[in-house]
């Protein structure tokens, strides 16, 4: 990770910047779950993928026999794990089967972020001077430039916000050298989903590195706001839960 300098004299005494030497892998989330999903399907022989969506369980005796799919088949089982994420439906199945809904505990903490994807491209000296004389001729933008301090051996830039501040950002490395680039605010100020409002905002960071590569990079996406940022705990231990039933990941909290 790379924590950089702030722009501002008075500021240096609170944010350091800090070159951390250490491996991460950078990928965006579905290149990741393909990758995963290869490997099962070509190392697990015993797995037959079944691609139908379920949308109840089988139980008897408080232990779980198998799950309805959405086409009418029946899959038996003795071992059920929802791994749906925040949109299961295991507590309104557990509540249909009066089984019991499980509490749930939120905590807001008001943050409020937003993502793009982005690519900076080096510019060779040819191709700067060529595209100058093109640009001039047209009276267009100037030549977009990799501005100084960039690094694409990058493996994660983060700004993080001053003591009394809100503001941070990061510029994360994806497969086919995109960045995914994500500003927030801890305060609860909503960022403009429009170019000009997300260089805004990335201007108001600690550090105006962010801004500088935002400012040339050639923009590959719109910006997205993040919306559930509410973390929610589904408290599933204090209900009886039936043998061979098992929520993971995000179905559990978030």
């Known amino acids: 990770s ?6 501002s004299r008075a500021r240096r005494s609170l944010v350091r910047s800090t070159l951390a030497r250490s491996s991460g892998l950078g990928v965006s ?42 086409g009418g088949g029946f899959v038996p089982c003795d071992l059920y794990v929802d791994a749906a994420g925040r949109s299961s439906i295991l507590p309104a199945l557990l509540a249909k089967h009066s089984i019991g809904r499980p509490e749930k505990v939120a905590v807001d903490a008001k943050i409020k972020s937003a993502s793009r994807l982005v690519k900076v491209r080096r510019v060779t000296s040819a191709d700067t001077l060529a595209r100058s004389h093109a640009l001039t001729r047209a009276r267009t933008t100037p030549v977009r430039q990799v501005p100084d301090g960039f690094d694409e051996e990058w493996k994660l830039l983060v700004i993080k916000s001053l003591p009394n501040g809100t503001k941070g950002g990061s510029l994360l490395p994806m497969e086919g050298g995109v ?22 905002f990335a201007e ?11 400012s040339v990079a050639v923009p590959l996406s719109d910006v997205v706001e993040y919306r559930a940022m509410r973390n929610e705990k589904l408290l599933f231990d204090r209900i009886d839960l039936p043998a061979g039933l098992l929520p993971i990941g995000d179905s559990g909290g978030y």
């Open 29 to 70: 989330r579905p290149f990741l779950e393909q990758c995963v999903r290869d490997r099962v399907y070509r190392e697990s022989r015993n797995i037959e993928v079944v691609h139908d969506t379920m949308v109840d369980f089988e139980v008897a005796a408080d232990v779980v026999k198998g799950v309805h799919l959405r």
């Open 2 to 7: 790379l924590l950089t300098r702030p722009a």
């Open 179 to 200: 960045w995914q680039v994500t500003l927030a605010d801890a305060g609860g100020e909503a960022i403009a989903l429009t170019n000009e409002g997300f260089l805004q």
């Open 204 to 214: 108001q960071l600690p550090d105006k590195k962010m801004h500088d590569i935002l």
